[in-house]
């Protein structure tokens, strides 16, 4: 069953027929976590040898601070030296250039350069073995992160691909990550991805316009891909791409003009989502229908009544295959509506108690989510089933 939730991107066409694009949806909060399911750590997340690495530094750099400062005041005060040959004496004692001393010691001041000696010339190595060590498991971390990295992307099956770690991009990818969903998103500008590396998300970098970055994310075994770039031009040769390398796949593709939908589409997207018509759609309503977008709201987001709807889908063992809507008590046993049927011919709204739900149907119900988790074990259905 995959469950609907905010009405994510405004209206979407499909062959023509103009309907409206849902995707978001609530997890029950007594199911699973937001688990990344197929994510992975990024590489560069810090670990807790790498944050006790810079605490270290961070320590040792300070104490050698402290002893610069120290020496500096021992000088000016033991020997009487202004503040800068005090200084000097400290850095040209501390790097081991073996200049001898800018004024004569004293004995006092002898002793005093002995401690700085052993002190200072420590911490010097010390820091420089820190720092070492610090880049080292940098390099390493990145290695094997990356390692890491391509083989959960190569395990990847029937998952999502996202080109574009833009603001539609990530909130699918949220979304996704809720469900939780396999995903995997391939973004060309590093630093951006780099943004995002506390999410825990797979993340490849890459041009999706290319065939060898649309093999690295494993496409000839994914179930959907989403062309979420701010470009319509690019989002066009993905989906050109995309379509060619996996004809069965199911693509999404956002589109910034009116204009480039029929382009989209003609190049073999699915369906085409606008973020800036829903965005005046939504606004619209909210002034018309306010108390149906507040339902809505309701209904498909994570505020207000622990309720959700989701679509059901109906397979060949399914118990309630070739019932009516009346006699598989769905209603009444488990306390879930049957909002429409989906099938091959259209959509069947409000459907009658008489009316028969056959294999390959889709049923949108409403309920709360436990109930819904029911209907779906009982209709057995997989936990995550294909679209329509």
């Known amino acids: ?159 999502y691909i996202i080109c574009g770690a833009g603001r539609v991009g990530r909130s699918a990818a949220r979304e996704l990550a809720r469900r939780p969903a396999q995903f995997v998103i391939i973004e060309n500008n590093e630093a951006k991805a780099q943004k995002f590396a506390g999410e825990k998300w797979l993340m490849l970098i890459g041009d999706a316009t290319q065939e060898q970055t649309l093999r690295a994310a494993q496409i000839d075994r994914a179930r959907g891909l989403v062309a979420a770039t701010t470009t319509d031009a690019t989002n066009l040769y993905i989906v050109l791409t995309a379509r060619s390398l996996n004809p069965s796949l199911r693509i999404i593709a956002r589109a910034s003009e009116e204009m480039a939908e029929k382009h989209l589409l003609s190049a073999g997207a699915d369906s085409v989502v606008s973020p800036y018509i829903f965005a005046g759609q939504r606004i619209a309503h909210s002034f018309l229908r306010p108390h149906v977008v507040s339902f809505l709201d309701t209904a498909t987001t994570h505020l207000g009544m622990d309720l959700e709807i989701g679509q059901v889908p109906i397979n060949l063992r399914s118990p309630f295959a070739g019932k009516t809507i009346e006699n598989s008590r769905i209603r009444q046993d488990r306390g879930v509506i049957i909002l429409a049927i989906k099938r091959e011919t259209g959509m069947r709204f409000n459907p009658a108690p008489d009316d028969r739900i056959e294999a390959g149907d889709f049923l949108i119900a409403m309920g709360e989510p436990h109930q819904l988790r029911e209907l779906e074990q009982t209709a057995g259905s997989e936990p995550f089933g294909s679209e329509p």
């Not at 690495?53 to 610069?68: C, E, G, I, M, P």
């Not at 005090?86 to 001041?109: D, K």
């Open 1 to 159: 069953m995959h469950t609907l939730a905010a009405q994510l991107t405004g209206t979407a066409r499909n062959g023509g027929q103009s309907y409206t694009h849902w995707s978001r949806g609530k997890l029950d909060r007594r199911s699973r976590p937001a688990l990344d399911v197929g994510t992975s750590e990024r590489w560069n997340v810090p670990n807790d040898g790498t944050m006790r690495t810079s605490r270290n530094l961070k320590f040792l750099v300070a104490a050698l601070a402290f002893v610069v400062g120290l020496g500096t005041l021992g000088f000016h005060y033991i020997e009487g030296w202004p503040w800068f040959d005090g200084f000097y004496m400290v850095i040209t004692t501390l790097t081991t250039i073996g200049y001898e001393e800018i004024h004569p010691l004293s004995h006092a001041g002898r002793v005093f350069n002995i401690f700085i000696i052993l002190g200072g010339v420590s911490l010097v190595f010390l820091v420089i073995g820190s720092l070492t060590q610090a880049l080292l498991e940098f390099e390493l971390q990145n290695f094997f992160g990356r390692r890491r990295m391509e083989r959960d992307i190569g395990r990847l099956t029937g998952h």
